[in-house]
């Protein structure tokens, strides 16, 4: 027979036991560590962005020499030091809560010791002008923090190294977009498959205080402010569907190129970057020079101020500049320099969006250019209730909701005829690296690799 709750009893069990207010504390304090780690991350990056803006303005033929050094050194110092700290984050982290992968191998993609590494080499490729975004690199920023807590709660603690895991790539999410609903999303869609009851106070406690952090740094404001949209109607449906379809296909392409680059698909350039991995990661650099002079420095960087300029009617990327933001984007990742791609994405989202208003009309442009942004996210990841979320916070977009989710998903469903979801593919090439098994056309012997 079920009871009633006795709340005089139950308060008397919770304040019972010291030692479990001490792994609270405990949790509390690492999640505002988190926080702060996130926010140290955001102020370094933008300030070595800074340094590289003023760079290219004062001697933009310099960049062509300074790029590819300073991707050089970043691939030598990773593969040589920081093998797990490459590329976005998020992959490491779905491989560490895989239960294939042992409990003393976790190290290997999360540790205070990566966190360091990511947040270190992330700016150093934010100072070289990369295409890559910080947001991503967040969730193992901040992951890695979380999950040394564990060492210092109770052994009878119902806290496991998984929950904090997935906490803390929750709170990454939160405080880097300032979107805690999408933290929250996040934990579910792309990490944990599904949020069990003892986990999601810990999840929770870790976006509020992350998030709190974050809006304490930075303030209460949307990533890209708050856009204007007219009354939305009919008129928005064929544009609408050409956006979600374009952005789904183009995030699918994407998406195949990424898997195909990263796992060392069979292909000669890929059996280059395999032998000599820094002259690549050089040439590489090159290319992401050489395409950002071209373009005016518009494909330098995340790309977030170009998203602000289309949002307020001043185009930054033309569909070429789109295309070539793509390539730069793809070619950053390629050469295995830590760095995310979330931000390109949303820039590489809003330039098609923005193509299609061209078109269309230049009222519909705010909305057709949040569409886009969710919609390729979502084609990239895979993970549509995260993409229109994100993009819901960020642009204070409540009134688009409808808009962005079916634009999100109907993306989706076209990037997955297209290409395998790109986070779980990488994620489980990294795992079997880590265990020894190898994958579908693995080499029997890999080639002699340049250090």
């Given amino acids: ?47 070595a962005f800074g340094l590289f803006e003023r760079l ?45 992968l042992p409990p003393e191998q976790r190290g290997l993609f999360a540790s205070l010791r990566l966190t360091v590494a990511k947040i270190g080499l ?10 890559i975004g910080r947001e991503g690199p967040s969730v193992q920023v901040a992951a890695g923090v979380m999950q040394h807590a564990r060492r210092w709660l109770s052994p009878q603690s119902t806290i ?29 869609e792309e990490l944990s498959g599904r949020l069990e009851a003892r986990a999601s106070g810990v999840i929770i406690t870790g976006i509020v205080l992350a998030g709190l952090v974050a809006v304490s740094a930075f303030g209460n404001l949307s990533y890209f402010g708050i856009i204007r949209v ?6 928005l449906l064929g544009p609408g569907m050409a956006v979600a379809l374009v952005s789904g296909a183009a995030g699918g392409l994407f998406a195949r190129l990424m898997i195909a680059s990263l796992t060392g698909a069979p292909e000669r350039l890929n059996r280059w970057r395999a032998r000599a991995p820094v002259r690549f990661a050089a040439a590489g650099g090159l290319l992401v020079a050489v395409i950002g002079l071209v373009t005016g420095g518009v494909t330098f960087g995340a790309g977030s101020e170009a998203v602000k300029q289309m949002l307020a009617g001043h185009d930054e990327l033309t569909p070429l500049y789109t295309l070539l933001k793509f390539i730069a984007t793809w070619i950053t990742a390629w050469c295995g320099v830590p760095g995310g791609i979330f931000a390109p994405s949303l820039s590489i989202g809003a330039g098609i969006g923005d193509g299609i208003a061209q078109l269309a009309g230049a009222d519909l442009g705010p909305a057709l250019i949040a569409m886009g942004m969710a ?3 979502a084609a990239v990841t895979q993970a549509p209730l995260t993409a229109f979320i994100i993009v819901m916070e960020m642009v204070d977009g409540h009134s688009m909701v409808l808009s962005l989710m079916a634009c999100a998903m109907l993306a989706s469903l076209v990037s997955r005829m297209i290409s395998r979801p790109l986070y779980e593919t990488l994620a489980e090439h990294m795992l079997r690296g880590a265990i020894g098994t190898p994958g579908p056309g693995t080499a029997a012997k890999d080639p002699p690799v340049e250090r």
């Fill in 230 to 235: 007219p009354q939305l109607g009919w008129r």
């Fill in 1 to 47: 027979m079920n009871h009633e709750p006795n709340f005089f009893d139950n308060l008397r069990a919770e304040l019972s036991s010291w030692r479990l207010w001490m792994d609270r504390a405990i949790v509390l304090g690492y999640a505002v560590a988190a926080g702060l780690f996130v926010v140290g991350f955001t102020i370094a990056a933008e300030w």
């Fill in 122 to 131: 992330g700016v150093a490729g934010f100072a070289a002008g990369l295409s």
């Fill in 56 to 100: 290219h303005h004062t001697a933009p033929w310099a960049i062509l020499l300074w790029t590819p050094a300073v991707t050089a050194g970043i691939v030598w110092v990773t593969r040589r030091w920081f093998p797990g700290a490459a590329g976005s984050g998020i992959p490491q982290i779905k491989a560490a809560l895989d239960p294939a």
């Fill in 375 to 377: 919609g390729f996210l």
């Fill in 160 to 188: 496991d190294t998984r929950a904090l895991l997935v906490a803390g790539g929750a709170a990454g999410i939160a405080a880097a977009f300032n979107a805690p609903l999408a933290g929250v999303v996040f934990a579910i």
